[in-house]
C-alpha cells in the first residue's frame, strides 16, 4: 500500500489529530519522528496544543496516522465530522495534579523534617515516615511511573525516567532496610556524621528524598499544565466576540433567532451600539463601523447601501439593514481564529533542557549504576554493599533541586513580573526572549492610545478659535459618532461648558448641522459646507490636506455663509512610546511598526517614536504573512499587539506580547501581557525574561552538577547519607536562594507605577 501511494502523484490532504499522553517536549519530537517516517506525510507536533498538524497523500488512510502514534505509546483522535456543542463543564484537565500535588505536600512535609531534624526522630518514626511517603511515592508519582513506563517500551528516556527510577529506587531500599536491615529497629536514627566511608547501607532510609522530589516536580507539572490549558483560550475568546443574537426581518418583521440559524441571503437589522452578526453587504441605512479590533484602522468606516461590513465589528451611529453574505466557518471571524490555531499548532514546541540533558543523562546513570553492582560483586564484595552502591548511584541521581529549579526561579520572577506589571505565562516563553532580534509592534492602542482625540484647530483670518471649539463643540456633542465624540471632548476640555442646540439635524454621510447661539453652524464634510456655498479658503484648504497626509482626520466647520475652520481628530502616540523605542533598540532589537491603518498615518507615527520600517494597510492574514516572512528571513520574530487582528501575528511570532488594555483575544493568543497600556513596560518584559532564563540555567547547572561530582563517591560505595542529605539540602538551598535573586530586578518605568501595576495585576485581564 506504502509504495502504491509513493507510485501515484495524489493532493495532499490536511488533518488536526489531538494527541493524548504526552508528558514533555521530547514527547512531541518522538510522534513527530514516527509520523513523518510515513511516505509523504509531513507532521508538526506541538506540546502545548496537544495537537498535531499532518499533511498526507490522499490514498492513505488517516486512521493509518491515528496506528502510528500509538504504535509510539500515546493516543491519537481524528476530528469529528460534526462540531461537538461546546460543553461548558469542560473539565480541567491540571485537576488531577492539583489533587496529587496537594495531597503530597501534605504528607511529604512531615516525612523531609523527621528525616532532616534528628532532634524530631521519635522511637519508631521511621514506620510513621514509610505510612506517609508510601502513597506519595505510589499515588502522587503515578504520572511519571507512567511516562516511564512508555518511555522504556520505546526504549527512550526522559525527565520521567529520571524521576521514576530515583523515586522507586529510594523506596524501595528505604523499605528493604525497613524490613531486612537495621534500620527499622526501634530508637533508630540517623547518625549526623559526616565521614566518607565504606557502608553496607541498610540501615539507611531515603524516603524523604522519594517524597521530597515527587512533591517539587508535580508542583512544575502543575503549574505547567495550566499554562497549557490557555493555548487554546485564545479561539474561545475570539469565538466569544461575535453577536449571540440577531434580529432578523421575516415579513417585514424583526424575529431575534441565534446567530447560528443565520441563513446566507437573510436580511438582518443591527442598531446603534449592536455587533454585526456576520459578513454581509448594507441595503438600508448609514453609519459609522468600529472596525479597529479587526482592521487596526482607527478612524471607524463610514458605510452605507453597497458596503461590505464585517461580524463582530460595532456599529456606532445609525440603523443599518445587513443582507447576509457569509455565516459560520466561512466568516472573517472564524477566518482569524483558524489562522491564530494554526499559527498556535505551528509553533516550534520548545524543548526543555532538562530533557535535553535527561536523554543523555539517564542511561549514563544506569549504565552507571549495572557497572557498579557487577564491579562490587565481581570484587568480592557482599551483596548488600554491593547493591547499597548501585541504588546510592541510582539515588544520587536523582536530583532534589532538579525539580525546584525550574519552579522556584518562574515562581519568583513572574511574581516579580506582576509587580511590575508583566505576566509570563510559562518556562517556554522564556526561551525566545534570549534569541529575539527583531520587534514587529502594532501601531494602533500599542504605539498610540488607540483613541480619537481632537490634535489641531485651524481657524481662518479674523476667526476666534474657542469660538470655533464651542460651536462645533455643542453640535458634535449630541451626535453618537465617534469623530464628533472626539471634537466634544476636546472642546470641552478648551473651553469648559457647551452651549445646548436647536434643531440638530443628522446629514447622512455628510456631517451635522443645527442652531448654536443663532447661529446656522455646519461640522462634517467639505461637500456638506459646499452645498451651502460655503467654501474653504486656500489657508484652510492648506491645512485640511496636510492633516490627512499625516493621517489624521479633517473635519470642515462653517456657520453664517462661510467656512470658518478645520478641526484635525486623530489617534494621537503614547507619551512614552518613543522612551520605549529607544530602549528596545539599547535590547538589540530591530523595530518595525505594522498596522492595517494607512501608510500616511503609519509613517507619521513612526517618524514621531523613531521607528524607521513600516508596513501599512495590511489585514489580519498579512500580518501572519509578514512575521512568517521575517522568520524566513532568519529572524527571531517578537510581536508586540492588542487587537483581534493582531491575534494570529501574536501566536505566530517567536515571542507574542499583548497589551493588557487590549483585547482577550490578543492576551490569550500571547506569551508575555503587558498589564498596563505603556510600551516601556515591553522592554521590562524581554529583560526580565532573559534573566529569569539565566536564572534557571544556572539552577539546572548546580542540580545536575552536585549530583554529578557526588556520582563516583556512590560507585566507590562511599556515599554517607548524611553527607548525600547535606549535599541535597545545599543544593537545593543554592537554587531558591539563586531563585530569589530575581526579587531585586527593577524596572525601567517609575516606581510609583509599581502600586498602579500591582493592582492592575490583581484585575481579571490578568490571565489565569
Not at 491515528?66 to 481524528?78: I, K, M, N, R, S
Not at 523527621?114 to 510513621?128: D, E, G, H, K, S
Not at 451626535?479 to 457647551?498: D, K, M, N, T
Not at 459646507?529 to 496636510?546: F, R, T, V
Amino acid at each position: 500500500m506504502t509504495s502504491d501511494v509513493r507510485n501515484r502523484p495524489q493532493a495532499a490532504q490536511d488533518v488536526e489529530l489531538a494527541i493524548g499522553g504526552m508528558t514533555c517536549a521530547s514527547c512531541a519530537m518522538r510522534i513527530e519522528r514516527k509520523l513523518n517516517k510515513l511516505d509523504g506525510v509531513t507532521a508538526t507536533v506541538n506540546y502545548a496544543t496537544e495537537k498535531a498538524k499532518v499533511s498526507f497523500p490522499a490514498g492513505l488512510d488517516p486512521a493509518t496516522l491515528v496506528e502510528q502514534v500509538e504504535a509510539a505509546g500515546y493516543t491519537a483522535t481524528l476530528p469529528r465530522p460534526e462540531p461537538a456543542e461546546p460543553d461548558t463543564a469542560e473539565e480541567d484537565p491540571s485537576r488531577s495534579l492539583r489533587q496529587r500535588l496537594i495531597g503530597s505536600l501534605v504528607l511529604s512535609v512531615p516525612v523531609v523534617v523527621l528525616a532532616m531534624v534528628p532532634a524530631l526522630q521519635f522511637t519508631y518514626w521511621q514506620w510513621i515516615s514509610l505510612t506517609l511517603a508510601a502513597p506519595v511515592i505510589v499515588w502522587g508519582a503515578w504520572p511519571f511511573h507512567r511516562a516511564a513506563w512508555a518511555n522504556l517500551r520505546h526504549g527512550a528516556a526522559t525527565m520521567d525516567t529520571l524521576i521514576s527510577m530515583g523515586t522507586l529506587a529510594a523506596f524501595a531500599w528505604s523499605l528493604y532496610a525497613l524490613l531486612f536491615g537495621s534500620a527499622g529497629v526501634p530508637g533508630m536514627t540517623h547518625p549526623f556524621e559526616l565521614t566518607i566511608q565504606r557502608i553496607s547501607g541498610d540501615g539507611n532510609i531515603y524516603l524523604e528524598v522519594a517524597a521530597g522530589v515527587t512533591t517539587f516536580i508535580l508542583a512544575g507539572r502543575y503549574f505547567e499544565a495550566r499554562s497549557k490549558r490557555r493555548a487554546g483560550a485564545a479561539l474561545r475568546a475570539l469565538l466569544e466576540l461575535g453577536a449571540k443574537e440577531v434580529a432578523v426581518l421575516r415579513g417585514g418583521r424583526e424575529v431575534r433567532i441565534p446567530v447560528e440559524q443565520l441563513a446566507v441571503g437573510d436580511r438582518f437589522v443591527v442598531r446603534p451600539g449592536e455587533k454585526i452578526a456576520t459578513d454581509g453587504v448594507v441595503e438600508d441605512g448609514s453609519s459609522a463601523v468600529d472596525a479597529s479590533m479587526l482592521t487596526g484602522e482607527s478612524v471607524p468606516v463610514e458605510v452605507g447601501p453597497g458596503d461590505a461590513v464585517t461580524g463582530a465589528t460595532v456599529n456606532s451611529g445609525g440603523r443599518l439593514v445587513v443582507r447576509a453574505t457569509r455565516v459560520g466557518a466561512d466568516t472573517q471571524l472564524a477566518q482569524m481564529a483558524k489562522l491564530v490555531e494554526e499559527a498556535q499548532t505551528g509553533k516550534a514546541a520548545v524543548q526543555r533542557l532538562a530533557d535535553r540533558v535527561s536523554a543523555v543523562f539517564v542511561p549514563i546513570v544506569i549504565a552507571l549504576a549495572a557497572g557498579t553492582l557487577a564491579f562490587w560483586l565481581g570484587a568480592g564484595g557482599t551483596v548488600s554493599a554491593a547493591f547499597t552502591a548501585a541504588v546510592a548511584v541510582l539515588i544520587i541521581a536523582c536530583p532534589c533541586a532538579l525539580g525546584l529549579a525550574t519552579p522556584t526561579a518562574l515562581l519568583v520572577g513572574t511574581g516579580r513580573g506582576a509587580q511590575l506589571g508583566i505576566l509570563i505565562k510559562g518556562p517556554e516563553v522564556l526561551e525566545s526572549t534570549r534569541r529575539v532580534d527583531t520587534i514587529v509592534l502594532d501601531k494602533t492602542g500599542t504605539v498610540t492610545t488607540g483613541k480619537m482625540a481632537l490634535t489641531g484647530v485651524h481657524a481662518a483670518d479674523g476667526v476666534d478659535a474657542d469660538e470655533v471649539l464651542r460651536l462645533a463643540g455643542a453640535l458634535e456633542n449630541a451626535s453618537e459618532h465617534p469623530i464628533a465624540q472626539a471634537i466634544a471632548a476636546g472642546a470641552r476640555e478648551r473651553v469648559g461648558e457647551l452651549p445646548a442646540v436647536e434643531g440638530f439635524t443628522n446629514v447622512e454621510g455628510l456631517g451635522v448641522q443645527g442652531i448654536v447661539d443663532g447661529k446656522a453652524v455646519l461640522v462634517g464634510r467639505t461637500a456638506l459646507l459646499a452645498d451651502w456655498s460655503q467654501h474653504l479658503s486656500p489657508g484652510l484648504a492648506e491645512a485640511k490636506a496636510a492633516a490627512e497626509q499625516r493621517g489624521g482626520t479633517a473635519v470642515a466647520v462653517g456657520w453664517d455663509g462661510r467656512a470658518r475652520a478645520v478641526l484635525v481628530v486623530a489617534d494621537t502616540v503614547k507619551p512614552t512610546s518613543a522612551e520605549a523605542i529607544r530602549q528596545l533598540r539599547g535590547l538589540g532589537l530591530t523595530p518595525i511598526l505594522l498596522t492595517g491603518d494607512n501608510r500616511a498615518a503609519a509613517e507619521a507615527v513612526a517618524a514621531e517614536v523613531g521607528i524607521d520600517t513600516v508596513i501599512a494597510e495590511v489585514l489580519p492574514a498579512d500580518k501572519v504573512d509578514v512575521v512568517k516572512r521575517l522568520q524566513d528571513e532568519g529572524e527571531v520574530v517578537a510581536m508586540v499587539g492588542d487587537g483581534v487582528n493582531d491575534a494570529a501575528a501574536l501566536a505566530q511570532a517567536d515571542l507574542g506580547l499583548a497589551m493588557g488594555t487590549g483585547t482577550d483575544v490578543a492576551i490569550e493568543a500571547s506569551d508575555l501581557t503587558l498589564v498596563r497600556g505603556d510600551l516601556r513596560v515591553a522592554a521590562d518584559a524581554i529583560r526580565l525574561s532573559r534573566r529569569t532564563l539565566r536564572t534557571i540555567k544556572g539552577n539546572l547547572f548546580w542540580a545536575f552538577a552536585y549530583n554529578v561530582a557526588a556520582l563516583p563517591l556512590a560507585a566507590a560505595g562511599l556515599l554517607n547519607p548524611m553527607i548525600a542529605g547535606a549535599a541535597m539540602a545545599f543544593s537545593s538551598v543554592f537554587v531558591v536562594s539563586n531563585s530569589l535573586r530575581l526579587r531585586g530586578f527593577r524596572g525601567t518605568t517609575t516606581h510609583a507605577g509599581e502600586g498602579i501595576a500591582r493592582r492592575a495585576a490583581e484585575e481579571p485581564v490578568a490571565v489565569g
